[in-house]
């Protein structure tokens, strides 16, 4: 069996797969300061209340876009799996060109979404990924990385808007029944959820021009389903896409 750990700056996911069978995943926060030991002990409480043995786990791959945590992340592999893991990063086979002015660049998570999204749904293809930044990477028909956007997340300008603005209070991110707000809480839902979609929609609309053809589009990441429900543009939600991409890379790799 295959642990894949995707590492991002708020949420770090988990999965099982059993062959190509995803059979569970947990999302859990990112902590920069967690100890391998700290780790370890999450994880085997993971696999514990899941029934899952941690024997049978035979490679481990981690993609992280945080530094500190790739080093705890490789002595957990090593010490409580007896695993040397396979980390997302030079030397490692992805099976994509990245036509950047400089790849190294490129996130880790991005290469490997572009990777699960050009095998599973072919190209050209767009992948937004809601997560700490909303991110647009576009792959070409024949499965080259061509370039994307970053823009800031949904988390990030709610965050601002509290921190920035006295009077405004933190809510929680779902919809309001109507766009137009009656009172301030739903008023600050529906600019943040509703400007997201504007965002999203707007942006892959110049994409596809710049392009100059149809492309799908598939939505990932924590918040990709409360976001794509009223999006014009996103074609399919995958919320899982990084981790099926990182068992793809351990095939390429074996």
Same mark, same amino acid.
């Given at each position: 069996m295959i642990l894949a750990i995707d590492v991002g700056n708020t949420n770090t996911v988990l999965g099982v797969f059993d062959d190509d069978e995803l059979i569970v995943d947990w999302r859990v926060a990112t902590e920069r300061d967690k100890t391998a030991d700290e780790y370890g002990m999450l994880f085997f409480d993971l696999f514990n209340y899941n029934? =899952?043995?941690?024997? &049978? *786990?035979d490679k481990i791959i981690i993609s992280c876009v945080v530094p500190p945590v790739v080093n705890a992340l490789e002595e957990v592999a090593i010490k409580y799996f007896g695993l040397k893991p396979l980390i997302i990063g030079p030397g490692v086979k992805t099976g994509i060109n990245i036509e950047m002015d400089n790849p190294k660049e490129v996130g880790a998570d991005r290469i490997v979404?572009? =990777?699960a999204a050009y095998k599973l749904y072919g190209g050209p293809v767009i992948v937004v990924d809601f997560g700490t930044a909303t991110t647009f990477c576009l792959i070409s028909k024949d499965g080259d990385y061509l370039g994307g956007v970053i823009a800031p997340g949904i988390n990030i300008s709610m965050e601002a808007l509290f921190n920035y603005a006295d %009077?405004?209070?933190k809510v929680e991110l779902n919809k309001s029944r109507n766009i137009i #707000? &009656?009172? !301030? $809480?739903? @008023?600050? %839902? @529906? #600019? $943040? $959820?509703?400007?997201? *979609?504007?965002?999203v929609d707007? +942006?892959?609309?110049? $994409? %596809? #021009? /710049? +392009?100059?053809? /149809? !492309? /799908?589009? *598939?939505?990932t990441g924590g918040l990709a389903e409360l976001v794509s429900a009223d999006s014009e543009e996103i074609d399919r939600i995958n919320p899982l896409l990084t981790l099926h991409g990182l068992r793809m890379v351990v095939d390429l790799n074996s």
């Open positions: 029934d =899952i043995d941690a024997d &049978k *786990i979404n572009a =990777i %009077k405004l209070p #707000g &009656k009172n !301030t $809480i739903d @008023s600050l %839902k @529906s #600019g $943040i $959820i509703y400007g997201a *979609i504007g965002q707007g +942006v892959v609309r110049r $994409i %596809k #021009g /710049e +392009v100059g053809q /149809e !492309t /799908e589009v *598939i939505a």
